[in-house]
Structures are given as structure tokens and as C-alpha cells.
């Protein structure tokens, strides 16, 4: 799974004006990550505000995104929620075409036991026909992945890595101390990627990519001052981010840049303020 390690990015996907897809700004964006280093896409995650397209939707995303990719990098496709059947009926629909992992989130509002969620992460992976990742985002799910359910899960032959977002580097430590030697510990917190990689982690799955690809190509691969700039140089702008909810600082940021032609999200977002598209502006890098 080495393809997987490194720098993976949580596309955002743009919209036009009226809230549909904007396929020539996903275009720009895929060609703007590549050319900025990524080594894998994933497309149709939160950021890609998968909840609010529908089953339609999702399946033109994908079918695009793999057109606009063009084999360059890997593409992992987000694929969860938290009723099991509903997604084992979801992954026999989907055409894998140029799919090669699914990221799935762990089931949230349910809050299910730590058993729970072990075997609904079982049927997942016993189904799908390529390999999964987890992803471990307690504060959006409000069940958090343990560490020892992530080890019992890691030793499942389809079950090949963890995006973790629980902010709890402790947890992190007990994960890699103990899980399999090719099993892939990666960051699902953009200020959190040099700490998880100097505890065995192998890479990020980022929202601030999608906008500052060369910026974590320099922090994962640049020498060690140049990294911890590129690291520190995050600080304001990721703040930003979260601010309205994600992926609206996002988006706005994109706008800025010229890489998409709307920041229009869907409800129950909204776009950026005024006063926090201005913010994200004076904290441009120059």
C-alpha cells in the first residue's frame, strides 16, 4: 500500500452558482494538486460534501474525477455512514473503475459499541473489492475508534490503514507501537502531520491541500528546516478553515486562488462571510 503513503488530498467539490456540479473547476483543482505534488486523490469525503450529493451526483464525480486523473496518482473513494447494509448495497452498486482503496468513516450518531463498529468495518471489508481505510473523526461521529478496536481491525487481510482525527496523540503512539509493519498510520489532521509522522506515521490526508499542495510536499520531503516553515506557515490559515464549517473557509480559499469560479456550498452550509472571506485573503500566502 506505499501508494498510499505521503501526501493524500480530500477534494473538495466545487459547485456553480446554482449549487450544480461545476465539472470544469474539478477539473482545474485535480490538475492543480497533481502538478502541486499529491500522491493520491481522495474524492467524495466530508470535504467533498458527499452528504449533500446525491447517488446520481456521486457516481458523475467519480466517473470524472477518474477521467481528469488520467492514472497520474491513485484514487481513494469515500465510501461510509453509519447503516452497514445500506453501504454493502452502495459498495455492489459502485463501479471501482480506476478506484484503488475505499475511505470509509466511522458510523456516526448510532454511537455503537467498540464490538459495533469492529464488525461493521468486517462487512465492509469482507465486501468490498478493494482495499479500505478507516477513518477516525470523533468529533463529527462522537464514537471514537480506540486503539486497541484500530489494531483488531488492522490485522484483517482488506484492512490496510487509518486516517485518524482524534487530535489524541497518545492514541496515535499506542497505534503504531503496535500495529503491523505495513499498515499505514495517517494523518487526518493537517497541523498534526509532522507529529504523527515522527511516531511511525506514513503520510496525511488533507483538506489544505487541495490549495497548498507544494506547501506539504515541502513539509513531508524538505529538509528539516524548510519542513517545520512549511508547517508553521499552516497555522493561520488552517484556523480559518474550520471557522463556518468545513468546506467553506475551503472553498473560499480556492476562490481566492483563481482555481475555482464559486465558493457556493450546499445547505446546511452556507458561504464564507464576508468578514472571514477577508481574513482568509489578508492570510494568503505572498
Do not use: W
Amino acid at each position: 500500500m506505499n501508494a498510499f503513503k505521503g501526501i493524500g488530498v480530500a477534494l473538495a467539490t466545487p459547485f456553480l452558482d446554482d449549487k450544480s456540479i461545476d465539472f470544469e473547476s474539478l477539473k482545474r483543482l485535480i490538475d492543480h494538486v497533481i502538478a502541486g505534488g499529491v500522491d493520491y486523490l481522495v474524492v467524495l469525503g466530508t470535504t467533498g460534501e458527499s452528504a449533500t450529493l446525491t447517488a446520481s451526483e456521486k457516481a458523475q464525480v467519480l466517473k470524472a474525477s477518474v477521467e481528469y486523473n488520467k492514472g497520474r496518482v491513485p484514487l481513494m473513494l469515500g465510501l461510509g455512514g453509519n447503516a452497514t447494509q445500506k453501504l454493502l448495497d452502495e459498495i455492489e452498486a459502485t463501479e471501482f473503475y480506476g478506484v484503488a482503496s475505499i475511505l470509509s468513516v466511522s458510523p456516526y450518531y448510532n454511537k455503537p459499541t467498540q464490538e459495533g463498529i469492529i464488525a461493521h468495518y468486517k462487512a465492509l471489508a469482507d465486501a468490498s473489492p478493494v482495499p479500505l481505510v478507516l477513518y477516525n473523526i470523533p468529533g463529527r461521529t462522537m464514537s471514537n475508534l480506540t486503539a486497541s478496536t484500530t489494531l483488531a481491525l488492522s490485522h484483517h487481510p482488506n484492512i490496510v490503514g487509518i486516517k485518524e482525527a482524534s487530535g489524541n496523540l497518545e492514541q496515535c503512539m499506542q497505534i503504531a507501537a503496535s500495529m503491523p509493519k505495513d499498515f499505514l498510520l495517517l494523518s487526518g489532521d493537517d497541523l498534526l502531520t509532522k507529529p504523527i509522522l515522527s511516531i511511525g506515521g506514513s503520510g496525511v490526508i488533507s483538506v489544505l491541500a487541495n490549495a497548498l499542495p507544494a506547501t506539504f510536499k515541502t513539509m513531508i520531503e524538505g529538509d528539516s528546516e524548510a519542513s517545520l516553515e512549511a508547517a508553521y506557515s499552516l497555522l493561520e490559515l488552517n484556523s480559518l478553515m474550520y471557522l463556518e464549517g468545513n468546506p467553506v473557509g475551503l472553498k473560499n480559499l480556492l476562490l481566492h486562488q483563481g482555481i475555482i469560479t464559486s465558493d457556493q456550498v450546499r445547505l446546511p452550509l452556507l458561504r464564507a462571510s464576508k468578514e472571514l472571506s477577508h481574513k482568509i485573503h489578508q492570510a494568503l500566502p505572498r
